[in-house]
């Protein structure tokens, strides 16, 4: 696919190397991820890298015609919420759901924010790399008993 | 009567493994549902964080533990993409034989599944009777059997032993003529078979797309797409098979394409076997290694669909970040959508012909 569409439309808040579309700024996110919705079919996977203090949101997306994929990288503080692309792409409803999980981002208008592969009462969000896997941690169980 | 909210799972028979689904039914209708995983979650891409690189291996046959080799490939080339290595072309034959039979056992338990959620406990018998002969096959080769760790970065851990094309050749002589003619007869072309499946659980090719849906689910839906043939990977180029498309998406439809893919893995078989170069089949690498900062990106068809893996490292001698894309999680995020309007009964019907594994969903 030619990138240079993306040029053309985004100018310099997007910087392009070769797949790699690395946004400037979070807020253009969506308006990005519409512009790729012309393309592609849906999101092959969402990779959120710890990267303390920062977050970086790796979006994948290809389509069923042929190979073709695109990166789209964002950055955001740890602290910072980012805007859902779900009401886009149907399939990044669960990975973003995962995300939330895994490291405790909050995603803005999602349909459905709740934890999916940890249980609801788990204390904190274990891929971030200030997470500290404790004793008390690896016994967890969701029961209060003591070992 | 009005509305029930239905709950099946997490442990049940007829769910693959720990997938809870609540299904909201009226009458035998079943209105919509929700699906509830992470039954299965053991943390791998945590696990991936504090372990060396090799010493994964062994966590990712557990990942997926109906096509371990498969995911094991993966993660290999993931590794030596990462690293910039390349492999002998005797360790690539090695891996399309290997993920070829790993795809025909898989393949089987989907179908002896498929045919236990039926009442068809005679082709399930029939299908594990079937995998043994290729399990043996696998023992033979790495002495594992669910679990080989077979694959090393590089190659792999062994060379295939002596005489392995007497060894596999007769196995896909019988697998053939069982699958063509025995199967056959009590799965595809029998007519209480067809009813349960024909027009169950249609997946159309907006769904497909809606969701990320890849795989033999995917072509069942008439989308004609193999990463074996468009991305080709190892040395699937040289070979020639072909791509089974089916286009009613129904229950029916993706049983026959997983019975025709057997086949053409039989196919690439005989055609590895014989094309098996000779010399060496690994490029030794250290146990303990570090790889410079980089990312990698690497997807592989799997049995089940396009598994993917993206590795982000720092350079150090453990992955920084290990991201693993399950193709069946795609899948069961789906499942609401598929029962939509189906029958209570074919319920089952429908979560087994989309083969979910559920090691794989919660990772």
Redesign the interface.
């Known amino acids: 696919m030619d990138l240079e569409r993306f040029r053309e439309r985004f100018g310099d808040k997007v910087k392009i190397d070769k797949n790699i579309l690395t946004l400037a700024d979070k807020k253009d996110l969506i308006r990005v991820v519409k512009f790729v919705s012309k393309y592609f079919?849906?999101?092959?996977?969402l990779?959120?890298?710890?990267r303390p203090p920062k977050f970086e949101l790796?979006y994948?997306f290809?389509r069923?015609q042929?190979?073709e994929i695109i990166?789209i990288k964002v950055e955001i503080s740890d602290k910072e919420n980012i805007a859902s692309i779900s009401n886009v792409f149907?399939?990044a409803?669960?990975e973003e759901r995962e995300a939330y999980d895994?490291f405790g981002i909050v995603f803005r208008d999602h349909p459905d924010l709740r934890?999916?592969?940890?249980?609801e009462d788990w204390p904190g969000h274990?891929?971030r790399k200030d997470f500290v896997v404790t004793e008390e941690i690896k016994h967890w169980t969701g029961l209060d008993l003591k070992f | 009567m009005g509305e029930i909210e239905l709950n099946i799972g997490p442990v049940h028979p007829a769910t693959h493994g720990v997938l809870r689904l609540k299904a909201r039914v009226e009458k035998d209708t079943v209105l919509g549902g929700d699906v509830e995983?992470?039954y299965l979650?053991r943390?791998m891409?945590?696990i991936a964080e504090q372990r060396l690189f090799n010493s994964f291996f062994p966590n990712v046959d557990k990942l997926e533990y109906v096509s371990a080799l498969n995911w094991e490939i993966l993660y290999a080339s993931v590794l030596e993409k990462a690293l910039g290595i390349d492999i002998p072309p005797r360790a690539k034959y090695i891996r399309v034989i290997l993920a070829e039979i790993q795809r025909i056992m898989s393949h089987l338990i989907f179908i002896g599944a498929f045919g236990q959620d039926l009442g068809n406990i005679t082709v399930f018998t029939w299908a594990l009777r079937e995998r043994e002969l290729l399990m043996d096959i696998v023992e033979k080769i790495s002495g594992g059997r669910l679990a080989p760790m077979y694959l090393r970065v590089g190659g792999t851990e062994y060379d295939l032993p002596e005489g392995f094309d007497s060894m596999i050749l007769p196995v896909l002589d019988r697998l053939e003529e069982k699958v063509n003619k025995d199967y056959k007869a009590v799965t595809y072309e029998n007519s209480l078979f067809k009813m349960r499946t024909k027009g169950v659980g249609v997946l159309t090719r907006d769904t497909?797309?809606?969701?990320?849906i890849t795989g033999p689910n995917?072509r069942a839906s008439g989308?004609e797409?193999d990463?074996r043939r468009?991305?080709p990977y190892f040395v699937y180029d040289s070979l020639d098979f072909d791509i089974p498309v089916e286009d009613a998406g129904d229950s029916y439809a993706r049983f026959m394409v997983r019975i025709r893919e057997i086949q053409e893995s039989i196919k690439i078989l005989r055609q590895a076997v014989r094309a098996l170069p000779k010399g060496n089949y690994i490029n030794k690498q250290p146990w303990m290694f570090k790889i410079p900062p980089t990312e990698a990106?690497v997807r592989q068809e799997c049995p089940r669909g396009e598994g993917?893996m993206?590795l982000?490292t720092d350079g150090g001698m453990k992955a920084?970040?290990l991201?693993i894309?399950s193709p069946s999680?795609?899948t069961v995020?789906a499942m609401p959508e598929i029962i939509k309007g189906a029958r209570v009964a074919d319920l089952f019907t429908i979560i087994a012909s989309l083969d979910p594994v559920m090691g794989e969903v919660?990772?």
């Open positions: 079919d849906v999101l092959y996977m990779i959120v890298v710890h790796n994948i290809s069923y042929d190979q990166q149907k399939s409803e669960w895994m934890r999916i592969l940890l249980p274990p891929m | 995983i992470g979650h943390a891409e945590k497909v797309k809606k969701y990320g995917m989308i797409r990463l468009s991305e990106f993917a993206f982000v920084y970040r991201k894309r999680f795609y995020q919660d990772r």
